[in-house]
């Protein structure tokens, strides 16, 4: 019964695999959904600023606690973009270059911009199959 064992076994593997690959492509198109939400969100904000100050200006009323608060708005917005963007590049294999912030997938050792070397980032793929031995190794322990 060796060859049903691997059959069966192989086909768990693959569907495994599968279902991974989906999760991921999930993940890709929320994120990707998300950071074009944002965008729009501080698109509008910076509008609403733009017709803030256009209105201050006509008027000679300054309020600035209404014009530091749309500004700290815009720039919360901005930090949670920088998070979806940070995340996209995770799960993308993708990695900022340190010196001139060039993006590149996360297997290359030098930046093809500037040359400099990046830093060492596993990708999504090795840090699972990783954590699965992990977890094998845990059970085969009890």
């Given at each position: ?48 600023l733009g017709d803030m100050v256009y209105s201050m200006a006509k008027s000679n009323e ?38 001139c912030g060039e993006k590149t997938k996360n297997t290359n050792s030098y930046c093809p ?30």
């Amino acid at each position: 019964m060796g060859f049903l064992d691997d059959l069966v076994s192989t086909t768990k593997n693959v569907t495994a695999t599968a279902g991974k690959k989906t999760n991921e492509a999930v993940k890709l198109s929320k994120l990707k959904i998300k950071k074009s939400q944002v965008n729009g969100e501080i698109k509008g904000k910076k509008e609403r600023l733009g017709d803030m100050v256009y209105s201050m200006a006509k008027s000679n009323e300054k309020d600035n606690e209404a014009f530091d608060a749309a500004i700290a708005e815009i720039d919360a917005l901005y930090e949670q973009l920088a998070e979806v963007n940070k995340q996209l590049d995770e799960l993308s294999g993708n990695v900022a270059c340190t010196n001139c912030g060039e993006k590149t997938k996360n297997t290359n050792s030098y930046c093809p911009k500037c040359g400099t070397k990046l830093p060492v980032v596993q990708a999504p793929a090795e840090v699972a199959v990783e954590e699965e031995a992990e977890a094998s190794d845990d059970e085969d322990e009890e």
